[in-house]
């Protein structure tokens, strides 16, 4: 097991660290909790936000151990446990490649028996060769756990698709028949760019998931306005007597975040309002939204601070 600590500096600059290696003797989820707990107690690591785990029952057990054993967590530890998008979109990809499992499989046989010797990697070299087929890339095996790997292994395959049916012919053993109906489905499914949908209801279940969002981030400002004018009305007491604003609250996920922050205090009524009414930026691929929070955070002091969050972990 791998842990990866990732946490945004005062600087605004997104920091990855590999923060240990593990080795599991057991994969239930309450024994995988007790072994990343103290990977993040040898780090010092006090405020966590978020942990990414793959989509598996065993992980959820493992946060739910997790959320008993750790004191600073934001709002109650309901967003503690994100589950891994990669992992999710990879079996939403699988589960669609279903009805295309026996034309898959058949490459996947095709392209397993070439690259496993040496002849016959060059073999094929030499039919593309003949061919005149130029490409940069070659065939490639692909990997279970990720869908991508699969798209390339398709995408080469048919694009060398002529190489196959001289290389079957020079070698019998891969059956170009057979080879050929798979090309024919594998082609039609490259061609399928958009898949039926319905309009209406697709925009139904947008507008319901955008309402559901903006109350989300209207109770998560909320929350952070709060400590936000807790910790003014702090500083205004203590401002004589010292510089740092203790909280008498030992279960409290913000605030060192709060009263570290070197940003003056600003009137909060209408922040995330203006936040929102903000002209939207046009794209580029130039564009860093850690740059942009930088620029403007001393604008957005309760927004900077959501933004920012705490340390965030991710268990592979």
Same mark, same amino acid.
């Given at each position: ?133 130029? *490409? ?143 002209? *939207? ?36």
């Amino acid at each position: 097991m791998v842990v990866t600590a990732h946490f945004i500096d005062k600087d605004w600059v997104m920091h990855k660290r590999v923060i240990n290696f593990k080795s599991l003797d057991s994969h239930r989820g309450e024994d995988i909790g007790r072994t990343l707990l103290p990977c993040l107690e040898e780090c010092g690591i006090n405020n966590v936000m978020t942990i990414t785990v793959d989509n598996a029952i065993l992980n959820d057990k493992a946060i739910e151990f997790l959320m008993k054993k750790l004191r600073n967590l934001y709002d109650g530890g309901k967003q503690l446990h994100v589950r891994c998008m990669a992992h999710i979109l990879n079996l939403i990809v699988k589960d669609g490649f279903d009805e295309h499992q026996s034309s898959i499989k058949c490459m996947q046989k095709a392209v397993r028996y070439i690259r496993n010797s040496t002849q016959r990697i060059q073999r094929f070299k030499e039919c593309m060769k003949e061919l005149n087929v130029e *490409s940069k890339k070659f065939l490639c095996n692909d990997s279970p756990t990720r869908w991508n790997s699969t798209y390339e292994l398709l995408k080469i395959a048919v694009e060398l698709e002529k190489v196959f049916g001289m290389f079957s012919v020079k070698d019998p053993r891969l059956k170009f028949e057979f080879l050929q109906q798979a090309f024919e489905k594998l082609i039609k499914l490259k061609n399928t760019r958009e898949p039926p949908i319905f309009n209406s209801e697709v925009t139904l279940k947008a507008k319901a998931l955008i309402r559901d969002i903006e109350k989300k981030i209207e109770n998560f400002f909320n929350f952070y306005k709060a400590k936000f004018d807790n910790t003014e009305s702090s500083q205004s007491q203590t401002r004589a007597q010292e510089d740092v604003v203790m909280f008498d609250d030992e279960n409290n996920f913000m605030g060192d975040l709060i009263v570290k922050s070197d940003y003056p205090l600003a009137s909060t009524e209408t922040e995330l309002t203006q936040y929102q009414n903000e002209r *939207s930026v046009k794209y580029n691929k130039d564009f860093d939204i850690l740059i942009w929070w930088k620029q403007n955070a001393s604008f957005y002091p309760i927004l900077d601070r959501m933004a920012k969050g705490g340390n965030v972990s991710g268990r592979k």
